[in-house]
């Protein structure tokens, strides 16, 4: 008895000729490094952008006295180079003892 071959169209043998083909264990494994360094990398970031934040409201802050002295401009003293919320126009921050 002959056996009768089997005949295909193009696109079924296509479809039927693959084998299943998954993602290479290296390409998951990459994939997964670099997620989680995006991660690490986020939370850098994030911790970066707080402390800039509570630094800048610090500087918004800062007040001259009591802990130093308001002295007018051209006073010969140690000078505190920053910007006070207390000073008005025309005055340095002197460390307190300091004015010569």
Same mark, same amino acid.
């Given at each position: 008895m =002959?056996q009768?071959k089997? =005949?295909?169209?193009?696109l079924?043998?296509?479809?039927?000729? =693959?084998? #299943?083909?998954?993602?290479?264990?290296?390409?998951?494994?990459? #994939?997964?490094?670099?997620?989680?360094?995006?991660?690490?990398? #986020?939370?850098?970031?994030?911790?970066?952008?707080?402390?800039?934040?509570? /630094?800048?409201?610090?500087?918004?802050?800062?007040?001259?006295?009591? +802990?130093?002295?308001a002295?007018?401009? /051209?006073?010969?003293?140690?000078?505190?180079? #920053?910007?006070?919320? +207390?000073?008005?126009?025309?005055?340095?921050c002197? =460390?307190?003892?300091?004015?010569?």
């Amino acid at each position: 008895m =002959r056996q009768r071959k089997l =005949r295909f169209s193009s696109l079924e043998k296509l479809c039927f000729s =693959r084998r #299943a083909q998954g993602l290479p264990l290296n390409t998951i494994i990459i #994939a997964a490094l670099g997620l989680i360094v995006l991660v690490i990398i #986020a939370v850098l970031v994030q911790n970066q952008i707080t402390k800039s934040s509570k /630094g800048i409201k610090q500087v918004e802050e800062n007040m001259c006295e009591p +802990d130093n002295e308001a002295k007018p401009i /051209g006073t010969d003293c140690d000078v505190i180079y #920053a910007s006070f919320k +207390d000073l008005k126009p025309g005055f340095i921050c002197c =460390r307190k003892g300091t004015v010569k």
